[in-house]
Structure formats: C-alpha cells, structure tokens
C-alpha cells in the first residue's frame, strides 16, 4: 500500500457557475436559499448559500481523482458542516490519513474544508477501501 | 477482561454497525447467521472492532477466523499483550 499513516493531502477547489448549474441541473434542489439571493440575505447570509452537498462531489473527486491510486472505492462518509460557502468560493482541502487498516485494505481520512479566509466550511472523515 | 467480556462487547458493536438491536452474537456464530453481515458490513465491523479494542488485526488473521469466537480468542490475546 502506497499510504503511511499522518500522509496529508492539500488540493483545492472553486465552486464555479459550472459547478452550482451542474447540481441544480442534476437533482433539481432550487430551495430559495440556493437560489434566491434577496432571500438568502434577509435570512442573514451573504448571498445565495451553495449545496452542501457539492462537497460530496469534491470528496468524490479527490479520492477518485486526487490519490495516487485508483483502485479505490468510497466505503462510508461523514461530514459535518460548520460555516455556509458561497458561489465563486475557492475551498482549500486537507486530508490526512488517520488510521490503515492492513486487514481489510482500507484507509481512514479525517478532512477539513476551509475557504480563503482560514474558516472551516465542513470537516469529516472518508473510508476508503484499495480493491 | 474475560472472553466473555469481549463477546459482550462485540454485541454491542454488531447491534450498532448492523442496527439491528435484536441480534445475539454468540462464540459459534458465523456470518451466514446474521441478516445482514456482508462483505460490506465486514470492513465497517472490522473497522468498529479495530478502533474500539485499540487493536489491529492481520490480513491472515481475519481470513483464518472460524467464527466470531475465535476472533474474540485473538482480540482477547492482542488487549492482554497490549
């Protein structure tokens, strides 16, 4: 296995007009707080709040993706959200391997989004299995 | 901790992985018993036991197990050694 357990993974990530179309398109969440920025600002944000699942998209990139392996396979996911993100965002990602489990070929991640001004978005922690 | 401390433990975290509050895993209880107990469920009990014993087990190891009795044997010798 290619991992060393505390291997840490930084990337990014723009949440970008495509990206915000893209999941509106796909499954059709067009609550007024995704998509109504007078109402979302009268709600006390700064504009229209993005999904919260378009991280699960940028998880899924990052392990698909972003490891230098790609026999890999999601196993479970947590994540917890802390602050909104909002379009045009870009999101530092870290993740660190935490914990390999050698007998089942499977590695633990915890992660952190954070956006430029060092806030964190959402955190969690990814199994994933090497198959 | 006995074996049977273990085992008692290992309910608990079956009753918790396969949420299924009704289970009764006992020392001869193999997968085919439990509704439920896949390929999947495996890696997230192995994770569970793992973590909760402070323990890790070899590949060989988990491939060798007749029945949850003889893991809770290897368990019981890994938490005593630790």
Same mark, same amino acid.
């Given at each position: ?9 930084? /990337? ?13 398109? +796909?499954?059709?969440? @067009?609550?007024?707080?995704? /998509? ?9 944000? =700064? ?18 993706? +972003? ?15 802390? =602050? ?10 870290? +993740? ?17 989004? $954070? ?17 | ?13 079956? @009753? ?15 997968? =085919? ?17 793992? =973590? ?11 491939? $060798? ?12 010798? $890994?938490?005593?050694?630790?």
């Amino acid at each position: 296995m290619d991992f060393v357990e505390g291997q840490i993974f930084n /990337t990014s990530f723009n949440v970008t007009e495509n990206v915000y179309n893209s999941f509106l398109n +796909a499954f059709n969440d @067009r609550n007024i707080l995704h /998509t109504d920025m007078d109402y979302a600002k009268s709600k006390g944000f =700064k504009s229209k709040v993005m999904h919260g699942n378009i991280l699960g998209g940028f998880l899924s990139y990052f392990i698909g993706q +972003a490891l230098p392996v790609e026999n890999v396979i999601i196993q479970n996911q947590y994540i917890k959200y802390s =602050k909104p993100f909002y379009l045009n965002d870009t999101l530092n990602f870290r +993740a660190e391997i935490t914990h390999i489990f050698e007998s089942i070929n499977s590695i633990e991640f915890k992660y952190v989004f $954070k956006n430029t001004e060092e806030q964190k978005i959402a955190s969690g922690t990814i199994l994933i299995g090497i198959i | 901790m006995d074996i049977n401390n273990i085992l008692e433990e290992i309910n608990s975290i079956f @009753r918790r992985e396969l949420d299924e509050d009704d289970i009764e895993i006992k020392y001869e209880t193999v997968a =085919k018993d439990v509704d439920g107990w896949d390929s999947l469920s495996q890696i997230h009990l192995v994770v569970s036991i793992e =973590k909760h014993f402070k323990i890790r087990f070899t590949a060989s190891e988990i491939q $060798k197990f007749k029945n949850v009795g003889e893991m809770c044997e290897v368990i019981l010798a $890994k938490v005593n050694n630790a």
